[in-house]
């Protein structure tokens, strides 16, 4: 019988250790999506090198992040858990989609203005292509859905723009996903800039999941908010991006609504608001970094993992890459 399960397919690059943005923004989401959907998680290593990299570095974030997604509840039997570079296809279908990307769209990615800025000296050509690569990993799963943060929303667009001039040529080929991001946690701004997502780029407003309960607290403790004493703790964006990003956190940590937030911290100052947000937050992450180390101890394990998880991968991308291969007009081996 076909399978009627929706699918959706999602990764994070390992270019940097896992942050609070990451974790409150797509990935605490993904552990309830296993048991309703086909999912596909996986380690963006490819998408890493279009900035320079540490090998080394590389390699010990990319095992520590298979560990912390299987400890953050993705359990390994109910979704496929993989290493972008282990599924040559992703790269194979790339460079075909490559060809179906117009310059002046790649042109316009947010991301690539924001990494070119700040890479100036480094503006390779797999950072501008980035997007057809992200396009394939996608496509090659037929997902329903992609979940991601806010920030790359605009990728998920393009990706369906990709696929709809390439059906548009060849017939129905890929799905067209939809891009799938929640409402609390969709952008995490830095603790000590709000005005800019938390980013592993700044690191003295970034909290890392693995990071020690007291270096946590101590960045709460120096968020920025602002100057207002009357009822301080309210959400809005635009007049009070710090406070409001710290009751996005706490909301998003705790599972309470905005207003019950802002109920819970009447008439307090923000001392007090800032140490509830960081034990909070250390609470939700407790679990995790323990789980982590615990897995980290057992490597044999983590490899049957990712082996088992290329391999599911690959049944599925293989035929979508055979496909798209007959479609253009490839002599087949
Ligand atoms: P990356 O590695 O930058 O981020 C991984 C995921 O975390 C989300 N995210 C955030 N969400 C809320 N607040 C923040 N401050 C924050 N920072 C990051 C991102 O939106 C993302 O969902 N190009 C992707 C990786 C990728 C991918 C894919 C994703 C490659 N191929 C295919 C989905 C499908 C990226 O760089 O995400």
Request: with cysteine; charged share 25%.
């Amino acid at each position: 019988m076909e399978n009627q399960k929706k699918v959706m397919v999602s990764g994070i690059q390992p270019s940097g250790d896992l942050h609070l943005g990451n974790y409150l923004g797509p990935l605490r989401h993904w552990p309830e999506m296993i048991e309703e959907f086909d999912c596909y998680f996986f380690m963006a290593d490819l998408h890493t090198i279009t900035v320079r990299q540490d090998p080394a570095a590389l390699r010990r974030r990319t095992l520590t992040q298979i560990a912390q997604y299987i400890a953050c509840g993705l359990d390994p039997e109910k979704c496929v858990l993989f290493v972008q570079s282990h599924v040559p296809a992703h790269s194979q279908l790339g460079w075909v989609l490559d060809c179906y990307t117009m310059f002046g769209e790649l042109s316009r990615m947010t991301q690539f203005k924001d990494k070119s800025a700040k890479n100036a000296d480094n503006i390779n050509a797999g950072l501008f292509t980035y997007p057809s690569l992200m396009a394939a990993d996608i496509l090659l799963y037929q997902p329903d859905f992609v979940p991601v943060g806010e920030d790359q929303k605009q990728h998920v667009e393009i990706c369906r723009d990709i696929a709809e001039r390439f059906n548009g040529v060849y017939g129905d080929v890929f799905k067209v996903p939809e891009p799938y991001i929640a409402k609390v946690g969709a952008r995490i701004m830095g603790l000590s800039a709000p005005e800019s997502k938390m980013s592993k780029s700044a690191p003295e407003g970034c909290v890392f999941l693995m990071e020690k309960p007291e270096d946590i607290m101590r960045k709460f403790k120096r968020a920025v908010t602002d100057s207002d004493t009357e009822n301080p703790v309210r959400y809005d964006p635009k007049a009070k991006p710090g406070v409001s990003n710290l009751i996005q956190i706490y909301a998003a940590a705790t599972g309470k609504s905005y207003e019950a937030v802002e109920a819970e911290f009447a008439g307090q100052g923000y001392g007090v608001f800032k140490s509830v947000v960081g034990e909070a937050v250390i609470e939700c992450l407790r679990p995790i970094r323990e789980e982590t180390e615990r897995l980290l101890a057992d490597k044999a394990y983590l490899e049957s993992i990712w082996r088992a998880g290329a391999e599911r991968a690959e049944r599925t991308a293989i035929k979508t890459l055979r496909k798209v291969y007959k479609k253009v007009g490839f002599l087949p081996r």
